[in-house]
């Protein structure tokens, strides 16, 4: 069996398929991306374009949106660091404690891993169903503990998060 990149544990699931990141790592990389996903989409606006500039701006745009999602990944990594320090500091139960020490562990490997990024987001800058900008058409719906991001165009669900109160 092979072991996690991020904790050395068994990996009991490929939930990556080119990376070897167990479940426990895997279920606190999605609360990780989850934030960082939804705050860089909300963070976008689309901008008015006419002419040859919205030729060029339709042409661009998806290379344009895939680093919109990469380019301020290491200054979310340190915001959360900061806060998942602080949680760590003042909790008292010990499972909110080991879930933030493996997030600290998740954190500090994709300092060391920043392609990884690129690796999971490289299907949700576009709606997969009718190719639009997830920048200029989405929404994002919470229903229960989820948030669900959608295309506006389409209604198509790009990606589903687990969207937990604690951090």
């Known amino acids: ?76 990594i340190k915001n959360v660091s900061r806060r998942t320090a602080d949680a760590i500091e003042n909790t008292d139960t010990p499972s909110k404690q080991r879930y933030f020490e493996r997030m600290q562990e998740v954190l500090d490997w994709l300092g060391k891993c920043p392609e990884f990024y690129h690796y999971y987001f490289k299907d949700y800058y576009i709606c997969p169903t009718c190719g639009a900008s997830i920048f200029e058409k989405y929404s994002k719906d919470e229903v229960g503990d989820w948030l669900v991001v959608s295309c506006s165009d389409c209604g198509a669900a790009i990606k589903k998060y687990f969207s937990p109160k604690i951090v």
């Open 1 to 76: 069996m092979e072991t996690c990149v991020i904790c050395d544990q068994e990996q009991d699931s490929k939930l990556y398929e080119k990376y070897n990141i167990c479940t426990s790592c895997a279920d606190i990389m999605e609360d990780v991306m989850g934030e960082y996903f939804v705050r860089t989409i909300w963070h976008s606006e689309p901008k008015e374009m006419s002419g040859y500039f919205k030729y060029l701006g339709n042409t661009t745009k998806y290379i344009s949106d895939y680093k919109k999602l990469t380019q301020k990944s290491l200054n979310h």
